[in-house]
């Protein structure tokens, strides 16, 4: 595949890698390959994003409480029912003062996350009807807790029936509420008082209970170079960004901390919809929407066309300019603490070919992912946004094919860093073209070929599929590694490597 010497250079550069870090540790769970955890060097193969496939309208924000300026999804599966929430908003984003208010707290649901229905709940009077679904409207009094709420299921042991449910809502510079339902439906202020002040709160702000962590994490919005958030001043200076603390009862917090991203430059990041990625939680997926001021794609006329909100078009100031602004949709990751990776600067979502995604603020995507199909999940993005045909777009996207290891036709090489082994067998997800193909080599800590898991002993692997058990030509068993630092080899040709694991069994 390589000249000798290319090869031998390779190995023993990760021989004297082996000494400088301890093995890692990883047990049984699923490791994707969406960052660089896990690999150390790659030759003729790349880290390569992927991107998610359009399946149409999801759910189509439509009716006078829930239309053009509808948004800030969430979406939370739950005993084979999946729940949307979303904010309400009326036909036009400078309606409040008319209307009452752009923060209905809305709600549809789905048995396979594909087909939504919005049920007529009975809860809450709209134009004279309750025959809605609205969960929760705005108070006389202005009450800013109904604002950009965002549920989630708290798992932490010990948390009462009656308040399974949670959620974070409110604005600066009143602060953050936390609410609690019994069962998604029914929601009711937890305090009467905010929980955390501290941040540019204009945005969906989101927290979870972190099995990893042990607490509970609060992600929020604050700008790089505005410090003082206690006062009801509008003052905008430097780059939208996200800061993080963390409770052990939703009530003290920690010292917020501003999220790092490494060497990579700042952009606007408008929101942040940080969840556990379902099928790995100790990895925290997210998804911003990123505001890029100065470009422009839509023409005045195609600005018209497109029939935006009263008022929207006009926005200046405050950081705002409204026609000369675009944005998408980005994917990070972190593994806890105050560190986003950002291995992809590439969109994860582009606004595409409709050309009502090209005006400012669209590509708000639903702060959580679910599973629709054995071997697909979906993420939902809000389009079209203040405009009649505003809506909620699903986009699929196969399990845990966010990125992968990826080689081309001619070959490449990856070499994991030095792990113990803890499992019992190694399961890959994978895909290869007909006259792809890939191998496993499973190697001591210093480079070496382990006999019995040599690379001349893997039998060609063809195909696609999510999890598929590597042999070798006697044995698919590790148990015999386990306790042991070691490393894996893979050679790949016209493939794609999405995770791997090692089940205990």
């Known amino acids: 595949m390589k000249p000798l010497f290319l090869r ?30 896990l690999i150390d060097r790659l030759d003729g193969a790349s880290l390569t994003l992927h991107h998610p496939h359009y399946e149409g309208i999801a759910v189509p924000f439509n009716d006078p409480w829930d239309r053009d300026a509808s948004g800030y999804p969430t979406i939370i599966q739950d005993n084979g029912l999946y729940r949307l929430y979303y904010r309400g908003g009326p036909r036009d984003a400078t309606a409040g003062k008319s209307e009452g208010s752009t923060s209905y707290f809305c709600y549809a649901e789905s048995h396979d996350g594909i087909t939504w229905v919005k049920p007529k709940l009975g809860l809450v009077e709209f134009a004279g009807s309750k025959e809605n679904n609205i969960l929760l409207a705005p108070s006389p009094s202005n009450d800013p807790w109904t604002q950009s709420i965002s549920p989630f299921l708290d798992t932490r042991p010990g948390v009462p029936v009656t308040e399974r449910y949670k959620a974070i809502g409110g604005q600066w510079p009143q602060g953050l509420y936390v609410l609690v339902s019994p069962d998604g439906l029914h929601w009711k202020k937890w305090r009467d008082q905010p929980v955390f002040k501290g941040g540019a709160f204009d945005s969906q702000n989101v927290a979870f209970w972190s099995e990893t962590e042990r607490c509970y994490v609060l992600y929020f919005r604050v700008f790089t170079g505005w410090t003082d958030y206690t006062t009801d001043k509008f003052t905008v200076e430097g780059f939208r960004t996200i800061a993080r603390t963390t409770s052990s009862d939703l009530v003290n917090w920690s010292a917020p901390k501003r999220m790092s991203f490494g060497d990579t430059p700042l952009e606007q990041l408008y929101t942040n919809h940080t969840r556990p990625y379902f099928r790995a939680p100790h990895i925290y997926l997210s998804t911003p929407m990123r505001l890029v001021p100065g470009h422009r794609f839509l023409t005045e006329a195609e600005m018209d066309a497109q029939q935006l909100g009263k008022g929207f078009r006009g926005i200046t100031g405050h950081g705002h300019d409204i026609p000369n602004q675009v944005s998408d949709t980005v994917l990070m990751t972190s593994r806890g603490g105050t560190r986003y990776d950002r291995t992809f600067m590439e969109a994860f979502v582009r606004p595409g070919l409709d050309k009502g995604n090209w005006v400012s603020r669209n590509g708000v995507p639903a702060t959580g992912l679910i599973q629709t199909g054995k071997n697909e999940m979906s993420l939902y993005v809000g389009q079209n946004y203040v405009q009649p045909t505003a809506h909620l777009g699903r986009y699929s996207l196969r399990l845990d094919g966010f990125a992968s290891v ?80 070691v490393r894996l080899r893979f050679v790949l040709k016209d493939a794609d490597l999405f995770a791997l694991r090692l089940p205990a069994q």
């Open 406 to 485: 990826s080689a081309p036709y001619a070959g490449g090489e990856m070499l994991t860093k030095p792990f113990t082994v803890e499992g019992a067998r190694l399961t890959l997800n994978y895909s290869t073209s007909a006259a792809g193909s890939l191998r496993v080599e499973v190697q001591t800590a210093e480079g070496e070929p382990i006999p019995g898991y040599t690379l001349e002993e893997c039998p060609v692997i063809v195909g696609d599929t999510i999890e598929r058990t590597v042999s070798w030509a006697t044995t698919s068993d590790l148990t015999p590694l386990r306790g042991r630092a």
């Open 8 to 37: 031998v250079l390779f190995l023993l550069l990760a021989g004297a890698s082996a000494f400088a870090v301890e093995p890692l540790r990883f047990g049984n769970r699923l490791e994707p390959f969406i960052d660089h955890y």
